[in-house]
């Protein structure tokens, strides 16, 4: 390679991890009440183990830049903490049109199979798919047509908290098997049917960085 060939090459590294520090992917993190958003959107911020969040978030919060680096891959993502009650869910359908949200992550935990009768995840999960499904903003005033360009790139549907619920599970490493994933499947369905690809992870936010970081390169790289 010559002097001159070389330059260019270095120049090109450079320019593209530049790009990678100052554009950043826009993700929205939804999920019901006190199923680890906050937490997983501290992770980001801070990698380490996250100490107990006592606190739920209250609305929609303004977003917020992270850098997400592992295996020499840098990427910056762009998320806003947003609570996960039932009042709120019309906040992330602000957040999705208003930041044009590449990617989501759909934060689940265990309480559908550990509870009997709770739903929180199954509902929020649905008004999520069915709000991606229709082809009309309806937030507002008026229902406006989306666009293309509004319809996420790829969700992920992240099994949270492994390491309280993981040892309750047969659990081959594989997560497109997971039980835990079951009840999801009809809306992953449905996604999958209008071109959205659903990528199935399971981690824990609070206590394993690595698979937190690694999931979300995942996304952006494969989608």
């Not at 993190?29 to 937490?39: F, R």
Request: overall charge positive; aromatic content about 12%.
């Amino acid at each position: 390679m010559s002097l001159f060939a070389g330059f260019a090459v270095l120049v090109a590294e450079v320019g593209l991890s530049i790009y990678n520090r100052v554009h950043a992917h826009n993700f929205g993190i939804y999920g019901a009440g006190e199923v680890g958003k906050t937490t997983l959107q501290r992770q980001l911020r801070t990698r380490g183990e996250v100490p107990e969040i006592k606190k739920r978030t209250d609305g929609l919060q303004r977003p917020t830049r992270k850098v997400v680096k592992i295996d020499g891959d840098l990427k910056t993502v762009k998320s806003s903490d947003v609570g996960g009650q039932a009042q709120y869910w019309n906040q992330w359908v602000q957040d999705m049109r208003k930041r044009k949200v590449e990617y989501i992550i759909f934060l689940i935990d265990d309480r559908h199979d550990s509870e009997t009768f709770n739903m929180d995840n199954q509902l929020a999960w649905r008004f999520l798919v069915d709000t991606i499904l229709d082809t009309h903003w309806r937030n507002g005033k008026k229902a406006k047509k989306k666009k293309e360009k509004d319809y996420p790139k790829a969700i992920g549907i992240w099994a949270n908290k492994f390491d309280l619920w993981g040892k309750n599970y047969d659990f081959d490493g594989e997560p497109n098997k997971h039980p835990i994933f079951e009840p999801f499947n009809m809306g992953i369905q449905q996604l999958n049917e209008i071109g959205i690809p659903c990528h199935k992870y399971v981690m824990s936010a609070k206590s394993d960085p690595e698979m937190v970081y690694r999931g979300v390169m995942t996304m952006i790289k494969d989608y």
